[in-house]
């Protein structure tokens, strides 16, 4: 992974930096329920500030499917980031245009100005070239600190860094390319990867890619009894994807004609007939009847705990139950404790399994968080990321 230009290394002194971050956030209220990935921007925009640039932050919201929605408007972010960062926070309704042009302008050096969602024109997701130089005009110098949105060739991600030069990733941009990077280019063994979430075929090159260098998956979650079922066990109602049991067995043998192995679980929490005020816990891994997995059971938590013990390196992609239910969390949460505990390097891979340690107030003891759910499962499997592959390489 070739090392790329940072903001450190920018000539900031009074200019302009458009700035890509990821305010994908949720709203509840008209207000901000979750500011991670807020917070997660902060330590560029502080530079930022400290060298005296004026900064135009640019970010999309939701889907509003190309069209101006008042509920999808980033007014409430400028707000938030306001008080986050102690000092004025400037808002244009546009993102493009005049006005906006404007604004940016009169920005106070060490100043800062959020942008309208960008996804309010269509232009942004098509990456139209006429819209990427209009909003190259807000900038003398180009920031991609969003690597959440890194894997989208989009107007702000690829359009603007290809006019808009010198191009460089932001804090945030390194620090999730060095630790997922980590993970392909050096892992330390014994390396354990923790693979959850519904689908198998979600993971499909994310497990290939990481055949070679993982030691053990542990692999819980729905796409569990995918596996299960290929391995000829009884899997109830459990979410199964019937035409991936080939693939899955053959997954599995490759792994342990090569050394590695897979762990799967030995018991489990199972609703009844669909019901989730009607739960058991399995005494073995057999899920009978109208009977649908919903959590790892206590035996497999521990089990899996044992493993992320004797590890140097874990990585986890994707929730092992239902965690946002609390009666289905407690497999996911006994094993990001152990995980927590442990003393290996522990790489969060982003989506789920970020909402996951956070909600158990964990994240901050795991030694990195990924911001980014699909950015990172596609770095992770292998494949480019065109945000990043557009920045300028380390001088």
Not at 184 to 212: Q, R, T, Y
Request: glycine share 10%; with cysteine; proline share 5%.
């Amino acid at each position: 992974m070739p090392k790329k230009l940072n903001v450190r290394d920018l000539d900031l002194h009074g200019g302009r930096v458009f700035c890509r971050v990821d305010y994908n956030v949720p709203l509840q209220g008209g207000k901000v329920s979750d500011d991670t990935r807020i917070r997660a921007s902060l330590p560029t925009l502080e530079l930022l500030a400290g060298r005296g640039a004026r900064t135009v932050l640019a970010s999309h919201l939701g889907r509003p499917a190309g069209k101006p929605k008042a509920d999808l408007s980033l007014k409430v972010v400028a707000d938030h980031l306001s008080g986050l960062l102690g000092r004025p926070v400037a808002f244009s309704e546009e993102c493009v245009g005049e006005k906006a042009e404007a604004a940016s302008r009169d920005l106070p050096p060490g100043g800062f100005l959020l942008v309208e969602n960008l996804r309010f024109h269509k232009e942004e997701e098509a990456n139209d070239p006429q819209f990427a130089a209009a909003l190259a005009r807000l900038g003398d110098v180009y920031v991609n600190d969003a690597f959440g949105t890194a894997h989208r060739a989009h107007a702000s991600t690829v359009g603007v860094p290809t006019v808009l030069k010198p191009a460089a990733a932001g804090l945030l941009m390194e620090a999730e390319l060095e630790h997922l990077g980590k993970v392909l280019e050096h892992p330390e063994s014994p390396f354990v990867a923790i693979l959850g979430g519904a689908k198998v075929s979600d993971k499909i090159e994310l497990i290939e890619n990481l055949l070679p260098r993982v030691d053990l998956f542990l692999i819980g979650g729905a796409m569990a009894y995918t596996f299960l079922k290929a391995l000829m066990k009884p899997v109830g109602k459990s979410l199964v994807e019937d035409d991936r049991l080939t693939l899955a067995k053959s997954l599995v043998q490759k792994a342990r004609s090569s050394g590695r192995d897979f762990l799967f679980p030995i018991d489990h929490v199972v609703t009844v007939g669909g019901k989730d005020d009607q739960f058991r816990t399995t005494p073995n891994v057999d899920i009978t009847g109208e009977e649908a997995g919903v959590d790892i059971g206590p035996k497999t938590a521990e089990l899996f705990a044992s493993k992320v013990r004797g590890a140097r390196m874990v990585l986890w992609n994707g929730p092992l139950g239902r965690f946002e239910i609390d009666a289905f969390s407690h497999g996911t949460k006994r094993v990001a404790e152990a995980v927590a505990e442990s003393k290996a390097i522990s790489i969060i891979g982003g989506g789920d399994s970020t909402a996951a340690v956070e909600k158990f107030g964990l994240a901050d003891r795991m030694t990195h968080v990924s911001t980014g759910g699909g950015a990172a499962l596609e770095l992770l499997s292998g494949m480019r990321l065109p945000g990043v592959d557009i920045l300028d390489d380390a001088r």
